[in-house]
C-alpha cells in the first residue's frame, strides 16, 4: 500500500480504524487532536461508522478522512457505493482534497475528503 499517493506527508496525528490484518497499513495512532483518519471499508454499514467516526472525534481544523476500499467488488461495495451518500448529501460536512480518489495497490483504492470543522 502506497500511502505517499494520500499527500499526507505533511500530519503527524492519525487514527486507523477497520483494516483487518492483511491490509494494515503499519501506521501508530497517535494523540488529538487528529489530522487523519483511514478507515477500510468492507460493507456499506462501514460508510455510516466511518461518518459518525468523523463527526465524534477531535479533528484538527486541516484534515483528511481517508475511506481505503478493496478494488473490483461491483457485487459488493465499490466506488459508486461507497461514495454515492456523500454525493447526495446523506453525509454532510465533508468535502473532496486531492487526490480525491487514488489508488494504493492493485487491490486497494482511495477516497479522501476533508471533515469540514
Given amino acids: 500500500m502506497d500511502l505517499k499517493k494520500l499527500k499526507v506527508d505533511q500530519f503527524n496525528h492519525f487514527l486507523v480504524r477497520n483494516f483487518p490484518d492483511e491490509f494494515d497499513p503499519g501506521i501508530e495512532p497517535s494523540s488529538e487532536p ?5 478507515f477500510f ?9 466511518f461518518s459518525n467516526l468523523c463527526s465524534t472525534t477531535d479533528l484538527a481544523k486541516d484534515n483528511r478522512v481517508i475511506m481505503v476500499f478493496e478494488k473490483g467488488r ?16 446523506e453525509y454532510t460536512g ?24
Fill in 34 to 38: 487528529i489530522e487523519v483518519i483511514l
Fill in 41 to 49: 471499508i468492507q460493507q456499506i454499514e462501514d460508510v455510516r461508522a
Fill in 74 to 89: 461491483k457485487d459488493r461495495v465499490n466506488r459508486d457505493t461507497i461514495f454515492t451518500p456523500f454525493r447526495t448529501g
Fill in 94 to 117: 465533508f468535502k473532496m482534497k486531492a487526490p480525491m480518489l487514488c489508488s494504493l495497490s492493485d487491490k486497494l483504492s482511495a477516497f479522501v475528503q476533508q471533515k469540514v470543522i
